[in-house]
């Protein structure tokens, strides 16, 4: 979901951060206690997650369950333009909580784009990680014959870690190990279900307000089956994120190319700079050669030859990654130790999302997002805090890789049957479905309406 606006501010209000209350059932924005302010672009606001603190009535439908109706409601707009569809900031009137409502559109104009969407709604509707952006709601096509759009509704953000690294604020010491922290803690529990994301970078980690990070855009995520013996492609990752064997056309990778990219997003985070900034694929497999030296042949055994005639060619490079240190000033010794446990250029060297959460580097930013930002551990009567047992979880209900083959198999035909099912078996938020009325071809709104008499239909326009 990239593009999302920006809004708000992590702030240093002390006393904000420590207020963790709620009110009529809506979690207020806290703000964690940071030792500098960060301010975001406020000019194309995006609302708040926080939702309404406004007054609320009970309303009673006398055919459905019982509703939350707003007193009065945030207005509907749209926050962003996605290479697969549309996002905006609308008030789900079942909740009276602002949500993301993302449009996809054409979703059956070829068979790759429908197994892709149903691929993303799949994984998305697994989630269950408060640093993994999950499914709230699928919006119910009014004729499942002819439906070419999915509209889902998941958590909205108030930025990104990329609008937050261009803005040039400075960006603290416990910022980078708090984000770094749940990057990591997300990416566990995604690789946990053999999920590799493919396309990590700045701006599919939204950010809240008070310093909450969530993954985003499964659009290029897939299932990986280890035992697998199909190529993968490796047109994926944007490129300054893309890890080596990507770049040297490997046929089979693994979960590791996420956590180069990982390596690139941390650099990026402390020195405010894309670290490997070249034009093309092959200056960007120069550059990290320049900076790791010449890798060895075993590092680059799953690489096509064309690739490693190319790197034999090159003039011979010693390792120069402790240079790292340089990328700030507030770089210690162990941090260029984290950074270089990621950056491996041999894949099977490279730390896993799973280790790098062992590393001394996180544990700030652990004992900060248990503190302030999780969802996981709870305060008892007395106002202590009572972690969980486990708090970096596994997936609980992974995606079974024979689904993936099952999918590759489906005709366009199963697959809008398959979807229809999906959509309509699905739990629908507090019981009660939103459907989607009216077909506009011009994708200019759509509108959707609870299916309950008398209830105003949400209509997000741009
Ligand atoms: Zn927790």
Request: proline share 6%; hydrophobic share 35%; with cysteine.
């Amino acid at each position: 979901m990239p593009n999302h606006s920006n809004h708000g501010a992590v702030g240093d209000d002390q006393q904000n951060g420590m207020n963790r209350r709620q009110t009529s059932g809506i979690p207020q924005a806290t703000v964690y206690p940071l030792h500098a302010s960060i301010s975001v672009d406020s000019s194309s606001a995006a609302g708040s997650s926080s939702g309404s603190s406004s007054a609320m009535e009970t309303n009673r439908s006398t055919t459905g369950p019982q509703i939350i109706a707003p007193a009065k409601q945030e207005p509907d707009r749209q926050i962003g333009i996605g290479a697969f569809g549309y996002v905006w900031a609308v008030t789900d009137p079942r909740t009276n909580r602002q949500v993301a409502l993302k449009k996809m559109s054409n979703v059956f104009q070829n068979l790759s784009s429908s197994k892709r969407v149903f691929r993303e709604i799949r994984m998305l509707d697994s989630f269950r990680n408060d640093n993994v952006l999950g499914l709230l709601d699928v919006l119910r096509p009014s004729n499942g014959d002819f439906f070419e759009e999915i509209y889902i509704l998941t958590e909205l953000m108030e930025s990104d870690l990329h609008r937050i690294i261009v803005s040039k604020q400075p960006l603290h010491d416990d910022h980078h190990k708090l984000f770094t922290y749940q990057i990591l803690r997300g990416l566990k529990y995604l690789h946990s279900a053999n999920i590799i994301h493919r396309d990590l970078k700045p701006a599919n980690l939204l950010v809240n307000q008070n310093c909450l990070l969530r993954i985003c855009d499964f659009g290029l995520a897939r299932v990986w089956d280890p035992r697998d013996k199909e190529n993968m492609t490796h047109e994926v990752v944007t490129q300054h994120y893309r890890a080596p064997e990507l770049l040297m056309g490997a046929r089979r990778y693994s979960s590791a190319v996420d956590i180069w990219s990982v390596g690139c997003i941390f650099a990026e985070l402390v020195s405010g700079k894309i670290l490997f900034d070249v034009g093309g694929p092959v200056e960007q497999l120069d550059a990290i050669i320049e900076l790791l030296g010449t890798p060895t042949q075993q590092a680059m055994s799953g690489a096509c030859l064309g690739a490693v005639a190319h790197v034999q060619k090159l003039k011979k490079c010693r390792d120069k990654s402790e240079s790292l240190i340089r990328l700030s000033p507030k770089m210690m010794p162990f941090t260029v130790d984290f950074l270089q446990k990621m950056l491996k250029f041999d894949p099977l060297c490279r730390v896993t999302a799973a280790q790098a959460l062992e590393h001394a580097y996180v544990q700030l930013g652990r004992a900060r997002f248990h503190t302030h930002n999780c969802t996981c551990c709870t305060d008892d009567a007395e106002g202590r805090r009572v972690h969980a047992p486990n708090l970096e979880p596994l997936h609980q209900n992974p995606i079974n890789p024979v689904w993936e083959k099952e999918l590759a198999r489906m005709t366009m035909f199963e697959l809008r049957d398959s979807v229809h099912k999906f959509i309509i078996d699905r739990p629908a938020v507090c019981g009660i479905p939103l459907t989607i009325e009216g077909f506009d071809s011009g994708h200019r709104y759509a509108e959707y309406t609870t299916g309950i008499p008398n209830r105003k239909p949400i209509k997000p326009v741009w």
